[in-house]
């Protein structure tokens, strides 16, 4: 069973569960417009994803998250490896909740986040249509 309400180290607000299915969960904030959707495969949690990842990268995806509003991420992991993450900007959070409420399959949220994403980063921002690696997240 998912937590209702999910806080996140050093974020500085927490988030509500908003749908969920076997191996995806959303969380929100209303306040900012931020939203999390966390995708793993059945042997990993959503405390797996938020674990298996490099400091300096989960420190810039929560400054971002602090920082700004309208923010989609979409934060994946596969047994066996770090998570990756994908930070989109501006996103259209009325559209967004409507979707993921009507039609949170695991086929139609894969098809969401990544159209046009290829070729995929570790850990990669869209942001005025473009999509780039987070250089910041290197060491």
């Known amino acids: 069973m998912k937590e209702k309400i999910l ?5 500085n ?3 509500d569960l908003f749908n ?3 191996q995806f969960a959303v969380y929100r904030n209303t306040d900012n417009n931020n939203a999390i959707i966390f995708s793993y495969d059945k042997t ?4 797996s994803v938020c674990g298996a990842i490099r400091d ?3 420190n810039y995806l929560i400054n971002e998250l ?4 309208n923010l989609l991420v979409y934060w994946t992991q596969v ?9 989109f900007y501006d996103v259209d959070y009325d559209d967004l909740s409507l979707s993921i409420s009507q039609n949170m399959t695991g086929e139609y949220m894969n098809s969401l986040i990544r159209q ?8 990669t921002q869209v942001k005025n249509g473009l999509k780039v690696k987070i250089i910041a997240t290197l060491d």
Do not use: Q, W
């Open 13 to 15: 607000y927490e988030l």
């Open 20 to 22: 969920s299915k076997k």
């Open 66 to 69: 602090n920082t700004d509003n």
């Open 44 to 47: 990993c949690d959503i405390d």
């Open 56 to 58: 300096k990268a989960y």
């Open 116 to 123: 046009d994403l290829a070729p995929h980063f570790k850990y």
């Open 7 to 11: 806080g996140l180290r050093n974020l």
């Open 79 to 87: 047994e066996g490896t770090t998570s990756d993450y994908v930070i």
